[in-house]
Nanobody, 116 residues
Framework: VQLQASGGGPVQAGGSLRLSCVAS????????MGWYRQAPGQERALVAF???????KYADSVQGRFTISRDNAKNTAYLQMNSLKPEDSAVYYC???????????WGQGTLVTVSS
């Protein structure tokens, strides 16, 4: 699966951004789509994911501020990020888990910079 992420950029604290992740290729059997993020000097950490069943999971740090959704017809996942904080600044990576062997593929990162 090829994943194309977009939607990052600079934003002021309290603002909003929406990230998109479009899947192509072996995209008819994607179980899970989601986002990780990595800030400088830190490990990559889960932000949120959405399963094909509709089940979602969020990191505690974004619960209530971020919303992940998925349009299966468009093979696209979205991450709506509201009330952004400077500590949300990071490179955001989308990923997909698919196929009979639960393979994971990653998209290129998209940079989110939140200024105070």
């Amino acid at each position: 699966v090829q994943l194309q992420a977009s939607g990052g950029g600079p934003v002021q604290a309290g603002g909003s951004l929406r990230l998109s992740c479009v899947a192509s290729g072996y995209s008819h059997d994607i179980a899970t789509m989601g986002w990780y993020r990595q800030a400088p000097g830190q490990e990559r950490a889960l932000v949120a994911f959405v399963h094909s069943s509709g089940r979602t999971k969020y990191a505690d740090s974004v619960q209530g501020r971020f919303t992940i959704s998925r349009d299966n017809a468009k093979n696209t996942a979205y991450l709506q990020m509201n009330s952004l904080k400077p500590e949300d600044s990071a490179v955001y990576y989308c990923y997909a888990i698919y196929g009979a062997y639960s393979r994971t593929d990653w998209g290129q990162g998209t940079l989110v910079t939140v200024s105070s």
